[in-house]
């Protein structure tokens, strides 16, 4: 029986192997790259290297978060920032040219702009990037970087208060007094409700990359990467070698050399050592991964795990990388945070709280969430675009699309900004669809995307990697079939590891009787 097994083994370890050897190989690669954003953000992917369906098309895919009418400062002009960067209109939304000079960063993935506000007091503009916060003076057109002390997080938000603004990051909180020089102080308020779980999700997550041991679990993880990409690279030479040199020995008679020989010994011992010693990790990282996508993902969706039983290295920041998006209530003069672990509420200051709205928040996080007015909030996301009235609790949705009820799952637009365009009324934009009325329909002679955008379109490295890891850059091929690719990858490439323990541990064992 024991031999049988060891036959069926040695068949799904070699041929099932053979099959996924590229698919582990991508895998292996950039997941060690994507495990460290900040060394590969300056570098970027050219056009006709991306899919066409990543391209720039009628704002999507968050080329456009939204606008800001000059006014007074700068007559008849309109900025549209966005994943592209910032850009100056007329007010006829006509003319659109780059607005990046000085020291905005250049990089597809720094340049990310995630708010654009106007300080009317000092005619100027306050940007919030991926790479930080940079000011420019309307009338010079020059940006200039703000230093914010200990800072390494994309900036979410920049927030105008009676007598100050509130830049948020990820993880801190930056305060400045309006005044024409800007000098930020960090803040890190607490949290007055403790927060005794943690969504089974981000568990999975934070075990997948490593970042549950912090640093130190990065690099053990990426060391399991490297030796993934050493074990495919291996089982290639080890499988198709030999046959060559059989090849060539009944054509030339020729043999393989010593070097060949030695070569193919140390690939063999190799691949069976490493493969053995770290086995458990990589099963960890494919069982973990396989779980991170759909349809696995939704039998962890609404998972908890208690704290206690979480084997991690507890941030002492509680917003360590939590917060994906903020407004303030001027009603209730504080602030109000879209986080990971839920919605948070309070004064700079003072430890927030944890609020409890009647609207699902879609798993990526809030893309609409600010005040329309003292007591009426817009909360939007993947899941919908509604208008909350805090006084009566209740909601309504400014979407006029009749959506199929899926539990859990996503709107049919994917709501990713909402925007007021002069003279022109209110648009949604969906993050395939791009700019559309409130029925979901797109309108693209509103706002046209300019050639040149089209043209000098590159996307950031990371998120190209990013794409390919999660096998979504197959979408435009293979359509909806794409998300079976890494739940089914993650499930036989445990397989083959568990073929190949086995194989390792059955000889093992019988060369010590």
């Keep these: 029986m ?147 002390p200990e800072n390494e997080d994309e900036l979410r938000k920049i927030l105008i208060l009676p007598n100050e603004f509130v830049v948020i990051s990820e993880s801190a909180f930056y305060t400045s007094e309006i005044k024409k020089e800007l000098q930020f102080k960090r803040l890190v308020p607490g949290k ?53 040199w059989k090849r060539r020995y009944k054509r030339k008679q020729r043999r393989a050399s010593y070097r060949e020989k030695k070569s193919y010994s140390f690939l063999f011992r190799y691949h069976k050592k490493l493969g053995w010693y770290f086995a458990i990790l990589l099963i960890v990282i494919f069982v973990t991964g396989a779980f991170l996508r759909p349809p696995l993902l939704i039998t962890i969706a609404r998972g908890k795990v208690n704290k206690k039983w979480y084997p991690a290295i507890e941030n002492k920041n509680p917003w360590h990388h939590k ?3 903020a407004f303030y209530d001027s009603e209730k003069d504080q602030l109000v945070l879209d986080c990971g672990d839920g919605i948070w509420a309070g004064k700079l200051g003072k430890s927030f709280e944890k609020q409890k709205l009647p609207i699902r928040i879609f798993a990526m996080g809030a893309t609409v969430f600010e005040e329309e007015k003292p007591g009426i909030w817009l909360l939007g996301s993947f899941g919908g675009l509604q208008r909350y009235h805090v006084a009566q609790h209740k909601t309504e949705s400014l979407l006029q699309i009749e959506e199929t009820p899926r539990r859990g799952g996503p709107g049919s637009l994917l709501v990713t900004s909402f925007i007021q365009i002069p003279d022109n009324g209110n648009y949604v934009l969906g993050h395939y669809k791009g700019l559309c009325d409130l029925k979901g329909n797109p309108v693209p002679k509103i706002l046209e995307v300019p050639q040149f955008i089209k043209d000098n379109y590159k996307m950031p490295l990371w998120n190209f990697l990013f794409e390919l890891h999660n096998a979504r850059i197959f979408r435009g091929w293979i359509g909806g079939f794409y998300m079976l690719i890494i739940p089914l990858g993650g499930i036989l490439g445990t397989l083959i590891l568990l073929s190949g323990v086995f194989d390792y541990w059955f000889v093992k064992r019988k060369k010590k009787k």
């Excluded at 000059?70 to 007329?90: C, M, P, R, W, Y």
């Excluded at 568990?203 to 690099?219: A, K, Q, T, Y």
């Excluded at 291996?234 to 060559?244: G, M, T």
């Design 323 to 325: 917060i994906r998006n």
């Design 2 to 148: 024991k031999h049988l097994l060891f036959i069926i083994s040695r068949w799904i370890h070699k041929y099932l192997g053979l099959i996924f050897l590229l698919f582990l190989a991508w895998m292996s690669i950039s997941g060690v790259l994507l495990n460290h954003p900040k060394q590969i953000e300056q570098f970027s992917v050219p056009g006709f290297l991306v899919p066409k369906n990543y391209h720039p098309a009628n704002w999507n895919r968050s080329s456009l978060k939204g606008i800001v009418q000059t006014e007074n400062l700068k007559a008849d002009s309109i900025i549209l920032f966005g994943n592209q960067g910032v850009f100056i209109a007329d007010s006829v939304m006509g003319g659109i040219t780059p607005f990046m000079n000085g020291d905005f960063p250049e990089a597809a993935r720094k340049r990310r702009t995630n708010q654009v506000i106007i300080d009317k007091k000092f005619g100027r503009l306050l940007a919030a990037t991926n790479s930080g916060l940079f000011s420019c003076n309307i009338n010079s057109s020059i940006w200039q970087e703000i230093h914010l």
């Design 192 to 244: 007055k409700d403790r927060v005794t779980s943690k969504p089974l999700f981000s568990v999975f997550f934070e075990l997948h990359d490593g970042s549950i041991w912090g640093l130190p679990g990065r690099l053990i993880w990426d060391a399991a990467g490297i030796v993934l990409f050493f074990l495919c690279v291996s089982a290639f030479y080890i499988w198709y070698y030999p046959k060559k």
